[in-house]
């Protein structure tokens, strides 16, 4: 099982679909129903064994949450902050790309 390459908090794009998000969430390798893993086309499938990311996402028309493949991310770097509305709600502020993770557990 190989280390994620990117971490809770790190703002990221899609390597094929215009849409980024805030990562929240990281699982070792796929954890979602075979269903999901059939409705995405063959030519694109990723692997299960690879992380996989819970992304807080948006694109140009709405913010919803997905469940991406590491080998379909790639770092946002445009540094524009992401607007899904449950963002401030679980991170602190944006810098070069990461949002700080907040405890709030602990307040």
């Keep these: 099982m190989k280390a994620a390459k ?6 990221v794009k899609h390597r094929v679909y215009s849409f980024r998000g805030v990562i929240y969430d990281v699982d070792p390798e796929f954890s979602n129903t075979e269903e999901w893993w059939l409705a995405i086309p063959e030519d694109i499938r990723p692997i299960k064994e690879q992380p996989y990311y819970h992304l807080l996402a948006e694109n140009d028309e709405i913010s919803y949450e997905a469940y991406v493949s590491e080998q379909n991310l ?21 810098c070069d790309g990461h949002y700080q993770v907040v405890d709030y557990q602990s307040h």
């Design 6 to 11: 990117f971490a809770i908090g790190q703002v």
């Design 74 to 94: 790639l770092i946002d770097d445009s540094g524009l902050p992401v607007s899904h509305p449950e963002v401030p709600l679980m991170f602190g502020e944006l």
